[in-house]
T-cell receptor, first 112, second 113 residues
């Protein structure tokens, strides 16, 4: 079946540095790619999403890039802060009803 | 704006027992999702409703799981009989439509012993 691979599973960066999380997907028809942040014991929340008709989207310190040819997309967080510590999930849509296939998650640790 | 409401928050049952979860989505949201999230993994879609119709239930173990969305609003997810491997957090989410932001409820943590 369709799947989404996410790397790394754990990422530790110094506060103020940048963090990059990468995902690859298998369904070439996928056209919607959201990123969710889940803090410990809390619900996932959307932080940014991108559609296949654009290659990059930015929102303050967060950006997402999409390479449709290579079927991968990445989350970039600049000037990381302690509150960025969480698990981040990528997802890719499949089918005409945009069912989401989720990655396994990346635990981001911001070191003070 | 009220968020997605789920109940109960926690449930402990013995294997082979039955359990039901309830979800009230954000008013006006046409799309409702039930996800299963096992500890350390990403959410896995169990079923997706568009209004009161099922658009995807390909990953729902239909021999033991069932779900319905009455009048296109509230939804219930039932497991009967439960197995040990059903221990997980069950998340309900809703969105205004397809390929739009999904808003999640607090989830129900199910432990099967």
């Amino acid at each position: 079946g369709e799947n989404v691979e996410q790397h790394p599973s754990t990422l530790s960066v110094q506060e103020g540095d940048s963090a990059v999380i990468k995902c690859t997907y298998s369904d070439s028809a996928s056209n919607y790619f959201p990123w969710y942040k889940q803090e410990l014991g809390k619900r996932p929340q959307l932080i940014i999403d991108i559609r296949s008709n654009v290659g990059e989207k930015k929102d303050q310190r967060i950006a997402v890039t999409l390479n449709k040819t290579a079927k991968h997309f990445s989350l970039h967080i600049t000037e990381t802060q302690p509150e960025d510590s969480a698990v981040y999930f990528c997802a890719a849509s499949q089918g005409s009803n945009y069912q989401l296939i989720w990655g396994a998650g990346t635990k981001l640790i911001i070191k003070p | 704006e009220a968020g997605v409401a789920q109940s109960p928050r926690y449930k402990i049952i013995e294997k082979r027992q039955s359990v039901a979860f309830w979800c009230n989505p954000i008013s006006g949201h046409a799309t409702l999702y039930w996800y299963q999230q096992i500890l350390g993994q990403g959410p896995k879609l169990l079923i997706q409703f568009q209004n009161n119709g099922v658009v995807d239930d390909s990953q729902l173990p239909k021999d033991r799981f069932s779900a319905e969305r009455l009048k296109g609003v509230d939804s219930t997810l039932k497991i009967q009989p439960a197995k040990l491997e059903d221990s997980a957090v069950y998340l309900c989410a809703s969105s205004p439509g397809l390929a739009t932001e999904a808003f999640f409820g607090q989830g129900t943590r199910l432990t099967v012993v």
